[in-house]
């Protein structure tokens, strides 16, 4: 792969940004979809939700953990894994306070 430049551009549009490329797999959007609507934290079953191997669960839950969208804890074998409430708070703040200020120009 390439090297992105990301030098010249706000601190909070590079960070949006790289979790906007992480939310860009169905995969990764669905195990935090599936966390966002559980009542409590997952421990390990994500692989009966998804209709993907283990390692491959894991690897998606890693970038999830990477840009700070989910936290994990481990407990004797187990992991569990929550969504990061105040990263998603961020995420949410950015999009509600920046995207509601466009509206459609007309063109042509």
Same mark, same amino acid.
């Given at each position: 792969?390439?090297?992105?430049?990301?030098?010249?551009?706000?601190?909070?549009?590079?960070?949006?940004?790289?979790?906007?490329?992480?939310?860009?797999?169905?995969?990764?959007?669905?195990?935090? %979809?599936?966390?966002?609507?559980?009542?409590?934290?997952?421990?390990?079953?994500?692989?009966?939700?998804?209709? %993907?191997?283990?390692?491959?669960? !894991?690897?998606?839950?890693?970038?999830?953990?990477?840009?700070?969208?989910?936290?994990?804890?481990?407990?004797?074998?187990?992991?569990?894994?929550?969504?990061?409430?105040?990263?998603?708070?961020?995420?949410?703040?950015?999009?509600?306070?920046?995207?509601?200020?466009? !509206?459609?120009?007309?063109?042509?």
């Amino acid at each position: 792969m390439g090297i992105t430049k990301t030098e010249g551009f706000d601190t909070e549009v590079t960070e949006m940004s790289d979790i906007l490329k992480v939310l860009g797999h169905p995969a990764r959007l669905s195990i935090l %979809l599936h966390l966002i609507n559980a009542p409590q934290c997952i421990n390990g079953d994500l692989v009966g939700v998804l209709p %993907l191997a283990q390692s491959t669960v !894991s690897r998606h839950l890693n970038e999830l953990k990477r840009v700070g969208l989910i936290k994990g804890s481990i407990s004797g074998n187990n992991v569990s894994y929550c969504v990061n409430e105040e990263l998603w708070e961020k995420v949410s703040l950015f999009f509600s306070s920046n995207l509601n200020q466009l !509206s459609p120009k007309k063109c042509c």
